[in-house]
Structure formats: C-alpha cells, structure tokens
C-alpha cells in the first residue's frame, strides 16, 4: 500500500513538471468495450471481481486486484484498506508474485491500440477497469499547443534523487550470495517456496534501515537469515528531496535459485 502510494505521488508530480515545462492541452477519452484478452483469468479466478490498470507514458503498468466478499462501506469515497492488492508489473518481485498467484493477464493491446492511433500523443496515459465481460477506461492524451515563448518566464523543477546501495545492488546480491554460502542454509536442500518480499524503510541520516517487514513469502530460517543480512547491510542511501535526505520506503525482492544463486531486485534498480 505505501509503495502504491509513492508511485501515485511520484506520477502525479511528474504530469505537474510536464504541465510546467511544455504547454500542453488535455483530452481525455472515456471509453468501454467487451473484454476479449482476459476472459481466461477470470475464468481461472472465480474469486477477483475486477482489475484496475494503469499504462504510463514510459510503459509501466500497475495493477490492482479486487476480490469478491470483501466488505466496503459505501459511504466512503476511497478504498479501505486490504480490500485490494497492488503490483507493479514492470518489478520482477511483484510481476514473480502475480504469477504465481493469478497467472498471466493479458491486457487489451489490440482495442488500446487501436483507440489511439493517429492521436496527438504516442505515449498517453490510460487507466480503467478489467471486468470479466468488459473493459472501462480512460485515456489522457497532452496535445501541444503553440504559445508565445517568454524571455522572462523561468520554470523551477525539483530534482529527486531516489534512495539506492552504495556501490549499486550487485554490490549487495554478492554480500547475501556470500554469507548464505557459508552458512548451514547454503548446504540444505532448496526450499519449494524460496521467493521473499520484504517492506524496508531507510533512515534519512543512518545508512541502516530503521525497519525491516517480510510481506510475501513463508516465514522460515532462511527468511530470517534474509532479514539479518538485511539489517547488517548498513551501506544505505536515502533519497534527497530538495537537497536534503528523507526517509524512504521501498520493496526488495530476493529470489534463492536452484543452482543456489541469489537474485536481489529492488524498483527503479
């Protein structure tokens, strides 16, 4: 929920500095057709009532996934929580889990495509609901406008620098590979369930985290051998927001191979 949250924060402050930085117009369509990609996942999971996607101007797709005989108050406006699940698909730890959850979705790249053909943008933003019947969505498109430049105008933006490791992620998939090789566990037989999400938060001024909290995955020996290398691993960059460091969150997704690698992947990295 609070990795959803930060994407939407991020999105929304990216259309701010677009708007900012080239003119542009809105137009926005809203349209509704039959679903013919993914009858087959319903079908496969009687229980998800429906799917939000959302398509960005880069190509990443975000999804949430609605479940039936959850109960909503329908006098709130927002959703409460645990009544959805979110992935990021383009993360090979939330894509892993998906899979192996629902199974594959496929998304309506042909009637999508063939909406905003010979439209201003290329890259336009789309959003909306997969039903087991039908498809409703929303597609924005920033059509350029011609203005006048103004020698005098200036236009602030914001540079974010996001949070990382120092020395780059392979730095870190090396220091887990090596310690899991000299221990026990690195000589016991691969685990079925050997895929693990967890939910870290980096302290602004610390390079170690102030939190670390398993999300997907078994509870077991080796998640908690996980967990300590984690919270040793004290080489942590925050990200800097205005020129200064914040606290941040993100996901870090390790997954134990069969030839007994390690594969550590974390968004954005």
């Known amino acids: 929920m609070i990795y959803f949250k930060q994407m939407k924060l991020r999105l929304i402050s990216l259309l701010l ?25 319903f079908q496969q999971n009687l229980l998800v009532s429906k ?11 975000n999804i949430q996934v609605y479940r039936k005989g959850i109960w909503q108050d ?28 629902y199974g594959n979705l496929d998304f309506p790249e042909k009637e ?13 933003y789309i959003r909306g609901y997969i039903y087991p019947d039908s498809v409703r969505c929303k597609i ?34 090396n220091k887990i590979q090596a310690a ?31 939190r670390i909290e398993l999300t997907k995955g078994n509870y077991t020996p080796v998640a908690q051998f996980l967990i300590d290398e984690l919270r040793a691993a004290c ?7 205005g020129g200064r460091p914040v606290r941040s969150f993100a996901k870090v997704f390790i997954l134990l191979n069969k030839d007994r690698t390690i594969t550590v992947a974390m968004p954005n990295l």
């Open 17 to 41: 500095i677009s708007s900012l930085i080239c003119k542009a117009q809105l137009i926005t369509i809203d349209t509704c057709f039959t679903n013919n990609s993914s009858k087959q996942f």
């Open 51 to 61: 799917v939000f996607f959302s398509k960005n101007t880069d190509g990443s797709k």
């Open 74 to 101: 329908a006098s709130f406006n927002f959703s409460v929580p645990n009544d959805y699940e979110s992935y990021d698909l383009n993360f090979i730890g939330d894509n892993y889990f998906f899979l192996k959850k």
């Open 112 to 124: 999508l495509a063939s909406i905003v053909k010979n439209k201003c943008s290329n890259s336009p």
């Open 140 to 173: 924005e498109f920033r059509c350029p406008v011609e203005t006048k430049s103004d020698p005098d105008e200036i236009v602030f933006t914001k540079v974010e620098v996001l949070w990382g490791f120092k020395n780059g992620l392979k730095a870190l998939q």
């Open 180 to 210: 899991y090789l000299k221990s026990h566990l690195g000589n016991q037989k691969m685990s079925a369930d050997s895929a693990f999400m967890f939910s870290i938060v980096i302290d602004r001024k610390d390079s170690c985290l102030i």
């Open 235 to 241: 080489e942590w960059t925050p990200s800097m927001q």
